[in-house]
């Protein structure tokens, strides 16, 4: 299962950007996807999840600015960020955890991208 993340880049401060994610390869069901952010210097931290049925939870320190939703596909998900902030800076990885096949048998499946550069200017 390999995930490809894309979106990333610079922009000022109050600007936007949308970040996506698509995974592919032998998926057999995935349940809930996740951003997460890794500052400099800092742990990686969970932004933002949703959850097969669409539920979704966000870190406090993004709450009414980023939106996350899946894609039609039910194998994307994406990351809406407005209002951005200098300290939003960070590399943002997607992550999706369900069952992929090996072979016949679904085995659990917790995957993660290769991470996309945002970066805000003040």
């Known amino acids: 299962v390999q995930l490809q993340a894309s979106g990333g880049g610079l922009v000022q401060a109050g600007g936007s950007l949308r970040l996506s994610c698509t995974a592919s390869g032998n998926i057999f069901s995935i349940n809930d996807m996740h951003w997460y952010r890794q500052a400099p210097g800092k742990q990686r931290e969970l932004v933002a999840g949703?959850?097969?049925?669409?539920?979704?939870e966000y870190a406090d320190s993004v709450k009414g600015r980023f939106t996350i939703s899946r894609g039609n596909a039910k194998n994307s998900v994406y990351l809406q960020m407005t209002s951005l902030k200098p300290e939003d800076t960070a590399v943002y990885y997607c992550?999706?955890?369900?069952?992929?096949?090996?072979?016949?048998?679904?085995?659990?499946?917790?995957?993660w991208g290769q991470g996309t550069q945002v970066t805000v200017s003040s």
């Open positions: 949703i959850g097969r049925g669409g539920l979704t």
């Open positions: 992550n999706i955890r369900g069952y992929y096949l090996d072979y016949e048998t679904p085995r659990p499946l917790d995957a």
